[in-house]
């Protein structure tokens, strides 16, 4: 008989799309998050260890909450002691992604989407250090929240994190960036 397969509770993004003021973003992105890590250690946590439980499997898995398969060749470990991060995309990527708790390969960075003193061009300017995508305008609209993750690396040059691969993710929140236009 086949052993089970790991099947991952999925979090609800929070959908902040109809906040407009910095300070009501700001409180919305951190009760999100507050959602969200109660999510990981009173769900996720439980549900992985039960699974390798059932597997009759020894591993100890400790109380490190994984973003995918906890016994497969390459687990993904949600990193908790570290700033968010922000994807910012168009508004129905972003919309997209949410929904479908997906990520494409990605670039983040941890400037937070209500920080009015950031201006869209210096956004713009820090994505297009990286020589390897082109960002316009259009594509700051809006961000999804997510927490880092040991696939994350950083590039100390351009200050983008960046994760290269394609798979299920846990996005906290999504909605519209903030930044002053200029």
């Known amino acids: 008989m086949a052993p089970p397969s790991y099947v991952r509770p999925q979090f609800v993004a929070s959908?902040?799309?109809n906040i407009s003021h910095p300070q009501m973003l700001k409180k919305e992105i951190q009760n999100a998050f507050r959602r969200y890590w109660s999510f990981v250690y009173q769900t996720i946590?439980?549900?992985q260890m039960g699974w390798v439980v059932s597997l009759r499997r020894s591993e100890d898995l400790g109380l490190t909450p994984?973003?995918?398969d906890p016994?497969?060749?390459w687990p993904e470990s949600i990193l908790d002691k570290v700033p968010v991060l922000y994807i910012y995309l168009p508004a129905e990527n972003a919309r997209q992604?949410?929904?479908a708790q997906w990520l494409p390969p990605v670039r983040a960075i941890n400037t937070k989407?209500?920080?009015t003193k950031t201006s869209i061009p210096s956004i713009l300017e820090m994505y297009n250090r990286d020589q390897s995508n082109h960002v316009e305008e259009a594509h700051l609209k809006y961000?999804?929240?997510?927490?880092?993750t040991d696939w994350f690396g950083l590039n100390e040059q351009t200050g983008l994190y960046s994760r290269n691969a394609a798979g299920?993710?846990?996005?906290?929140?999504?909605?519209?960036?903030l930044f002053r236009e200029e």
């Open 15 to 17: 959908d902040l799309s």
């Open 45 to 47: 946590v439980p549900h």
């Open 66 to 68: 994984y973003m995918n």
């Open 71 to 73: 016994l497969c060749q």
């Open 97 to 99: 992604c949410a929904l």
């Open 113 to 115: 989407p209500y920080d």
């Open 143 to 148: 961000f999804v929240a997510v927490a880092p």
């Open 168 to 177: 299920p993710f846990d996005v906290v929140a999504f909605g519209p960036a």
